[in-house]
């Protein structure tokens, strides 16, 4: 049973879900980087129903942009099979293997906090690497003719899978970075448009995985849906006012100090 009640906290839940949805819809990541660390340190959620119910919050979010990046010919359809052929049994094979081996919740939950620091740390670096490795992307040439690097690409999609599954982290700040360092000559719109929509399949199957072993709470997701999905909507029409680089430092520090939140509660 939740240790948390949300007949008290549901303020802080909707404010928290709406800060978060604000910082996504202006810098485009951040669903489960933010979220999870928040529903842990801050809600005091176990962190097993904190990552299957960010999940699918995740995929909920992320399938809101994906229609529009589709309209826009964002997408690059080979890729997101490609890394969805990796991503997928990656996430499958992690469900599989939290279920065989039963860990003891104490256990479990001291390893996802930890895999949740590093996996922090590491998007916080991404997101101010992100901007290094995108140089030259104008003269980028267009996505039928970027050849797919099959074995890599399938590799970073089965990584994404156990990591996304494990964590709720990475499909986003880590994913796009990635894949920039794979096709470097794929605008940066493409890059970003792709990984949002291989995030929604990938997000969808590991929370249903999850909830499938009883590690989602549906009003505490509904709670999260009624502050992010308006933040979301604010936060991408002020996307324009702020430098970007000054977005990614902030959302950077504030990964920072989720991951330090945390540290403190291992």
């Not at 879900?17 to 202006?26: C, E, P, R, W």
């Not at 979220?35 to 340190?41: K, V």
């Amino acid at each position: 049973m939740p240790e948390f009640d949300l007949q008290i906290l549901w303020p802080m839940v909707i404010l928290g879900g709406f800060v978060v949805g604000f910082l996504v819809g202006m810098t485009g990541v951040g669903a489960g980087s933010l979220m999870t660390p928040f529903l842990i340190a801050k809600i005091g959620v176990s962190p097993t129903l904190a990552v299957g119910t960010d999940l699918l919050f995740a995929s909920i979010t992320k399938a809101s942009a994906a229609w529009p990046h589709h309209t826009f010919g964002n997408v690059n359809w080979r890729l997101v099979g490609w890394l969805a052929t990796g991503s997928v049994p990656g996430s499958l094979a992690m469900l599989a293997l939290l279920r065989y081996l039963d860990p003891d919740t104490a256990a479990m939950g001291l390893f996802i906090k930890e895999a949740l620091v590093a996996a922090l740390l590491i998007s916080s670096v991404a997101i101010l690497v992100y901007p290094l490795v995108t140089r030259g992307g104008s003269q980028a040439v267009e996505p039928t003719n970027v050849p797919v690097r099959r074995l890599p690409t399938l590799a970073l999609g089965l990584v994404l899978g156990s990591v996304v599954t494990l964590t709720s982290v990475g499909a986003g700040a880590i994913g796009v970075v990635i894949l920039t360092l794979l096709y470097p000559t794929l605008k940066t719109r493409r890059l970003i448009g792709t990984d949002i929509v291989h995030a929604v399949p990938l997000t969808l199957v590991s929370g249903l995985g999850h909830m499938s072993i009883g590690n989602t709470s549906f009003v505490l997701l509904g709670l999260l849906l009624a502050g992010s999905l308006p933040g979301i909507a604010i936060g991408s029409r002020l996307t324009g006012i702020l430098p970007d680089w000054m977005l990614r430092i902030c959302l950077s520090v504030i990964l920072c100090f989720a991951a330090y939140s945390l540290w403190q509660r291992i």
